[in-house]
């Protein structure tokens, strides 16, 4: 999922540059969704692991 915000973020500096400005804010937008959603995955799969007592696999 990640990456993905990755991929956005970089179709939407090259609209950009390109002056393509609605598809570079609507790149951006799902970069940052994306991102969020990630990072709140994250935070939800620390504290269940946290719960269950178990140390992350190196």
């Known amino acids: ?3 993905w915000a ?3 973020f970089i179709i939407a500096i090259i609209a950009a540059v390109f002056g393509f ?3 570079a ?3 951006t937008g799902i970069a ?3 991102f ?3 990072i709140a ?3 939800i799969s620390l504290i269940a692991n946290a719960l269950r ?3 992350p696999k190196a």
């Open 1 to 3: 999922m990640l990456g």
């Open 6 to 8: 990755i991929t956005f």
């Open 21 to 23: 400005g609605g598809i």
């Open 25 to 27: 804010g609507a790149a």
């Open 32 to 34: 940052q969704f994306l």
């Open 36 to 38: 969020f959603v990630f």
């Open 41 to 43: 995955l994250l935070v």
């Open 53 to 55: 007592g178990r140390a």
